[in-house]
Every structure is written in C-alpha cells, then in structure tokens.
C-alpha cells in the first residue's frame, strides 16, 4: 500500500505534465474494490490515498457518512462507499480514497485500492440505462476484468443538499433579457444524466430555450459537424458550447481540441463545465484555447458568463 500510495501522489505531482499533452483523450483512474466489484475514480479527482484513520461520529449525519477523520489538519467528512451505492463490502475495508471534487474535500473509505491504469476514453463504454438512480457512469472492459466508474459527484450531491441548490438556483432578470437569451442556441456535452436534465431544466428556465445536450463528447461533436452543412453562417445556429471534461468516448478536452481545429468551429465559445476544475486542469484548459472554465455546480456563475460572452462578445 505504501507503494501505491506514493504512485498516487506522484502522479499528482507529474500532473502538470501530464496536462501539458494536447487533448489525447486519455485519463486516469485509480483502480479499488469493494467485495468482488472492482470500480475507478478518475485520478484528477484523487488527493491521495491513505490507510484507514479512526474516524469521530458526527450527530445527525447523512446515513452514508461514517464521521469525520483528520488529515494534515483537515477534518474531513468519510463516507462509506459500500453503504452510499448499497452493496456489500469488507467488514474490515483498509483504505481511504481522499478527494477534491466540486471544490469540496471528502473521503471515501474503500475495502482495498490496487493500482493505477491509463485509459482511453474510447475504450469506456456509456453505463447501461438504468435509470437516473444508477451510480455508474462507465463501464472499463479490461482483458481479465470489468471496472465500474463510479458517479462520485452524485454522491456528493446527495450529501450536501447546497450541492442541488447551486445547480438550480439562478439569479432572476428582467424579461428583455430572457427574451434575448430565447434567441440563442447552446449545445451541452454532459455524462451524467441526473446533472445534464438539471443543466438543460435550469437553463430553460432563465430563458435560454434552445438547447441541444448529449451525453458525451462524441455525439456532442458529430451533431456540431452536422451544423457546418447548414445554410448561412454558423453564428446562425450555434452561439456557445458548454462541455464537461470527463465524459466516455470522448472527453471534454479532446472536444474542445477538434472545434479549435475546425475552421468553421474555432471561434465559437467553448465553457468547460465540470467539477475536475482546480488550478492544474485550468492549465490545460487554457493551453488547448477555452473560451472560460467552472466548477461545478455554480450554474448561476455559469449563466452570467455566457450572457458576458454571448451577449458583450468578451472572450
């Protein structure tokens, strides 16, 4: 474990570099079981991984949280990753995956992480339609095994309820301005169902009424192709893309990259919408030419934004 343990944090460490690659369409994930199930969580997403700490009961928790442990200084929330997607784990679980997601810090207590795998996001395939209930965003087919991508912003959300509050509270305008927003056409890319039906609602409802979303960056890229064959010009019948980043098929950057490279695409304003945004993402955001970047879930910064680029051209 101590092995692993440095892996992870050196791979954190070579990030940058890591970043500095054009968008390859390649990610990261760190490799965990609980019972049987093997499952991933993307290394952009990990701070370290660290053995199990005692952990102090917090009164009136939400059911999938253990306590708080304390790390560096840090008190921390832990969650039981077994209870929070109802299976059935270790009686003795050894590790704790520490992560930053959404700019929040959390740790999920796992029955044992293994190792670290570099992956090509075509080589994951979407989760099956289960339902919004569903905690799988991806299935990994590996040579003697099936990794499970698991959907950790949607636990996350069901923790901390201000989580949905941001995803749908925006600021109210007036009805000129909605009524110019009704005019403009937006295509999201976004993986996650649950979050892509909120993005699409609340978009909606502060005016902008012409929405395409997709769930991945492929079926997003191929339908802006589709666009480069209609008549006029393309200002006509796009005006701005917003993109997660970790997405199967393909991957927010690698979007971003091809409608950089499009001569009829590249300057339409891409916002990476995602919650892996932290100083060494921007970095790479920047380096493949993003119009602007936001944590998740701060959709009220997100709709002011594009009304500035949008609207006053400020890219």
């Known amino acids: 474990m101590q092995k692993l343990e440095a892996d992870v944090l050196d791979s954190n460490k070579n ?72 299976t059935k784990g270790s009686d003795d679980p050894k590790n704790i995956i520490v992560t930053e997601i959404n700019n929040y810090n959390i740790g999920f207590l796992v029955d044992s992480v293994s190792r670290i795998h570099r992956i090509s996001w075509k080589n994951m395939e979407p989760s099956p339609e289960v339902g919004n209930e569903s905690m799988i965003v991806g299935v990994i087919k590996m040579t003697d095994k099936i990794v499970l991508l698991l959907d950790f ?89 917003i993109s997660d980043i970790e997405m199967p098929q393909m991957d927010g950057h690698r979007l971003l990259k091809l409608v950089r490279a499009d001569k009829v695409l590249n300057k339409v304003p891409v916002i990476l919408f995602s919650s892996l945004i932290n100083d060494e993402m921007r970095q790479k955001g920047e380096r493949l030419g993003a119009t602007a970047q936001i944590s998740k879930p701060e959709i009220g910064q997100l709709i002011s934004l594009m009304d500035n680029i949008i609207f006053n051209n400020k890219k």
């Open 15 to 86: 990030k940058k570099g890591i970043l500095l690659e054009s968008g390859t369409n390649e990610f990261e994930i760190v490799e965990f079981n609980i019972g049987d199930v093997y499952y991933g969580i993307n290394v952009a997403k990990v701070r370290e991984v660290i053995t199990r700490v005692p952990v102090t009961a917090m009164p009136s928790a939400h059911p999938f949280v253990d306590g708080l442990f304390t790390l560096r200084g840090r008190a921390m929330p832990l969650v039981n990753l077994a209870r929070a997607i109802n």
């Open 153 to 241: 912003e949607k636990i996350i959300a069901e923790i901390n309820s201000e989580i949905n509050q941001k995803l749908t509270t925006v600021e109210k305008v007036n009805s000129s301005v909605e009524s110019e927003r009704r005019n403009k056409h937006i295509v999201i890319a976004e993986d996650s169902k649950m979050l892509r039906d909120l993005l699409v609602n609340t978009l909606h409802e502060s005016g902008y009424e012409f929405v395409r979303d997709f769930g991945n960056g492929k079926a997003a890229f191929d339908y802006l192709m589709s666009l480069k064959n209609a008549t006029g010009s393309i200002d006509d019948h796009l005006n701005i893309i």
